[in-house]
């Protein structure tokens, strides 16, 4: 009897220590810098000598006082949607697209189209990167199944969705699938069933059908709002939502908006468009709550000119309620400046913001921390400083 119970207490206190060290693992975001474009007063893009990139390794464990624990000399762009990196569900790799190339163009340089995926390795101590995997033409928004086996990446420059198996460390590309329009980013269904491809030039939105490893087209597009740019699902599977950025993607001050895909109903169509602040880019879901947010770039930053109407000291995170059969704005928190990449934290609790920060290479970006309070979006007031320029920026969260 004794020993039954010593056994007990034995198996019990292991699992504890499990638990424990399970909760001491670290949490990740990774998070893209790019360091050689920036604007001058006119709000034109400077192309400056490459080189001068990272992409970081942020340990949210700590989900008030994150810390970078490595900075890697990889290539990253702004150009393109802030979702073209992301890290595995069980937080052991982290993938990156870098959507373009630099070459010189007389005493200048200029972006190209580049076809490379960087694969990270986050259990090494430092992570590390372990391959470089050859994809599509400009690689941009991409996506990674909950299963963590499967990864899709748009690629604009080939009007195509690469599909990439992961196995373990490994990274492989399988199939490519013809879109007949360019495409910009992709996020899977929960259930790992479907996918949703932005078709941002032609303002619609593709639905994909996943069978294991074969991906394939439907031929069945929703015709959205205007520039769909970015595309992702509730946690739930109930709805599909894009942001839609107007004017052909340029900024001109007016309002933004959100399509909402019922993805439950039989067939699946566009039930509702909402309104948001100007321009918005970024777009994240929570994974606990009945949440998203629509990131808007509003004006700062990248406006046409420093001296436009529409140009703001700030970005605008708006906060979208998903709960039950509609979803809502219900609130609006300012942001830094040129913020486009947004995670929410694996459990919820806390959003993170990536500030691109101010068109001036002196001017760094950096990272500010939200708490998660039911239905609203909180400041805590604690900002990490980054070494350069946010780009984009993921969590595990998909």
Not at 148 to 156: K, S, T, W
Not at 231 to 237: L, R, S
């Amino acid at each position: 009897m004794e020993k039954r119970a010593s056994l007990s207490l034995a198996v019990g206190l292991a699992g504890l220590l499990l638990g424990l060290a399970a909760a001491a693992q670290a949490q990740y975001l990774v998070i893209g810098e790019d360091n050689k474009l920036y604007w001058d007063d006119t709000g034109k893009m400077v192309f400056t000598e490459p080189g001068k990139d990272e992409v970081l390794i942020v340990d949210i464990k700590d989900p008030e006082a994150p810390k970078i624990v490595a900075s890697l000399p990889l290539m990253n762009t702004m150009i393109g949607p802030p979702t073209n990196l992301a890290i595995t569900p069980d937080e052991s790799l982290a993938v990156v697209a870098n959507s373009v190339d630099y070459q010189q163009d007389g005493a200048g340089w200029k972006a190209v189209p580049d076809n490379k995926l960087f694969v990270i390795d986050l259990k090494s101590t430092p992570p590390k990167l372990i391959a470089t995997v050859e994809v599509g033409k400009q690689p941009s928004g991409l996506a990674i199944n909950r299963k963590g086996d499967l990864l899709l990446i748009a690629n604009r420059a080939d009007n195509s969705i690469s599909v990439l198996t992961i196995d373990g460390k490994g990274v492989k590309l399988v199939d490519t699938v013809p879109m007949g329009d360019t495409v910009s980013a992709v996020a899977i269904t929960p259930d790992g069933k479907h996918a949703l491809a932005s078709k941002y030039a032609v303002n619609k939105v593709a639905w994909l059908d996943i069978d294991g490893q074969k991906v394939t087209y439907s031929k069945i597009d929703f015709g959205v709002g205007v520039w769909p740019y970015n595309v992702q699902i509730t946690a739930d599977g109930r709805f599909g939502l894009t942001a839609n950025q107007g004017n052909a993607g340029v900024p001109d001050g007016g309002a933004g908006s959100v399509t909402v895909i019922d993805l439950k109903a039989t067939p699946p169509h566009v039930v509702d468009y909402l309104g948001v602040d100007p321009f918005p880019e970024g777009l994240a879901i929570n994974p606990t709550e009945d949440l998203a947010i629509a990131l808007a770039l509003n004006g700062s930053g990248g406006a046409l000119s420093k001296d436009a109407w529409f140009a703001h000291p700030n970005d605008i995170v708006d906060v979208l309620s998903t709960a039950g059969a509609t979803v809502r704005k219900v609130g609006a928190i300012n942001a830094g400046i040129k913020a486009e990449g947004v995670a929410f934290s694996p459990d919820g609790k806390y959003l993170y913001v990536a500030n691109f920060g101010s068109p001036l290479p002196s001017i760094a970006g950096s990272l500010q921390i939200y708490r998660v309070q039911g239905d609203r979006v909180v400041d805590t007031g604690k900002v990490l400083r980054l070494p350069g320029h946010a780009a984009s920026m993921r969590s595990s969260v998909p």
